[in-house]
């Protein structure tokens, strides 16, 4: 009767050790993909903000500011399905544009607006989002003049 009784607490023990080990392995698991997941997106933040940084600064040339206008609009075109990754466009009044339709708002399709005067010098910051990190507006406004944030 004793052997049983001793038989029967060395495999409650065993069984005991076992689910301790599985749900460690559980843990372990689960915390890797989390950490797996949250390089990923830094990765894929970086990068997409990238395409629109290069273009940012106090005296950005009218043909950069084009070209980034046409980044934005195909941008816009290729996450149209993904609101987070919408650039918004903000010109500042007063800002030295050719005639035409400025471009504001989510530049989407293949709309046509005025381009920007390839021989002045413009402002262009950027606006993340607190809780994505993607940039989400880029403010232009004329060089030296006070624009919107980083």
Request: net charge neutral; no cysteine; hydrophobic share 35%.
């Amino acid at each position: 009767m004793e052997n049983a009784s001793k038989a029967l607490i060395i495999a409650g023990a065993i069984l005991l050790a076992i689910l301790i080990i599985s749900l460690g392995i559980m843990i372990y698991q689960q915390a890797s993909g989390v950490v797996n997941n949250n390089a990923m997106s830094e990765v894929d933040i970086n990068s997409f903000n990238q395409k629109f940084i290069q273009y940012t600064g106090t005296n950005v040339r009218g043909a950069q500011v084009n070209a980034l206008l046409n980044q934005i609009q195909m941008s816009n075109v290729t996450y149209q399905d993904d609101s987070s990754r919408q650039v918004e466009v903000a010109i500042t009044s007063g800002t030295d544009w050719n005639s035409g339709t400025q471009p504001s708002g989510n530049l989407v399709g293949t709309g046509s607006y005025a381009k920007a005067n390839t021989g002045k010098t413009y402002k262009v910051d950027y606006t993340t989002d607190s809780k994505t990190g993607l940039i989400n507006k880029i403010t232009i406004s004329n060089a030296g003049a006070a624009g919107g944030g980083t």
